[in-house]
């Protein structure tokens, strides 16, 4: 059975279209991930699933409930862990999870059990009567999904929940997350822009750019469409040649130029760097650098986006900081 099924979903914001007629189920008990830059339409994604915003066309239910016509139903049914820290940092881990059992209605002695239960499960008991401002960034973010799990939700939305974290600290979160989801069941929707977090943590990923899916599976059969090693080259001297040269070459079965680098697929790549090198030099072109590598989601992102996320992401700030100006200037 499907916890969540999205049909035809749009969402636009004064002519500019953030989510693009987005379709697709996710199974009880997955870890489905949301991969894609900021401004990909991840967020807005999840805050029309958690009811947060209406659709503006297309459909969507969560845990068997309209989000529109029964948004009661699934704000009872599902956690969610914003990307902006919302705890108070005056009150202790416990006060905290006590104030969010209260508003959902839990009876005194079930509301204990469940808030014990949850800090146990990120490792937070002993921080229990800490005040939150003294908590670390990682703590909070445990904390936060502990609150998110305190009314036994059959969904769980997780927006960059290690956004900001140290690398240490991140690997601890996913920890907890595949935890909750083996252990506890839970339904999770994750959105990130941490290739390696969608990569280590979920089941299936849908590749999000400019507000349409690129291309959803699973990680490893996403990557096996590349089908072979990822040699990337450095190049000095008459790159575009060499490229025009390898045009030719059968076992070359796709390249990319991106960054200064030009990025080769191929089956044994190992074996194929010392004739690369031939024929660049052939082109008039010098390998300054190389590297070989299996794929990863970078590449299979930049394969079904034509850039690298990174990218996407300084393009985004362009576009974000036009829009700032215009909307200056329309003050003004």
Partial sequence: MDAIRVDGL?????????VDGVSFAVAEGELFGLLGP????????????????????????VA?????????????????????PALDGRLTGLENLEFHTMM????????????????????????????????????????????????RPKVLFLDEPTLGLDAQTRRHI??????????????I??????????????????????????????????????????????LEGDAAAFVDRLAGVDWVKRSKRHDGTLSLTMERGERRIPELVMLAQQSGAAVICVNLRKPSL???????????????????SERNRAMIMRHGLRRR
């Avoid at 807005?44 to 459909?59: C, D, E, F, K």
């Avoid at 029964?70 to 914003?82: K, N, Y």
């Avoid at 996913?174 to 339904?187: I, P, Q």
Wanted: charged share 30%.
């Fill in 38 to 61: 900021n401004g990909a339409g991840k967020t807005t994604t999840i805050n029309m699933l958690s009811t947060l915003l209406r659709p503006t066309a297309g459909g969507a239910t």
């Fill in 174 to 187: 996913w920890d907890y997350v595949h935890k909750l989801n083996r252990e506890a069941g839970v339904t």
């Fill in 104 to 151: 959902y209605g839990l009876a005194k002695a079930e509301r204990r059990s469940r808030i014990d239960e949850v800090l146990a499960l990120v490792e937070l008991t002993d921080k229990a009567s800490t005040l939150v401002d003294k908590y670390s960034g990682g703590m909070k973010r445990r904390l936060e999904i502990a609150r998110g799990l305190t009314h």
């Fill in 10 to 18: 749009v969402k636009t914001f004064d002519g500019f279209t953030a």
């Fill in 64 to 84: 068997g409930f309209d989000v529109v016509r029964d948004r009661d139903a699934v704000r009872r049914s599902i956690g969610i862990v914003f990307q902006e």
């Fill in 298 to 316: 970078e590449d299979v992102f930049l394969h079904f986006t034509g850039r690298t996320i990174r990218e996407q992401e300084a393009s985004q």
């Fill in 189 to 234: 929707i994750l959105t990130t822009h941490y290739m390696e977090e969608a990569d280590f943590l979920c089941a299936r990923v849908a590749i999000m750019d400019h507000g349409a899916f690129a291309a959803i599976d699973a990680p490893d059969r996403l990557k096996d469409l590349l089908g072979g090693d990822v040699v990337s080259l450095e």
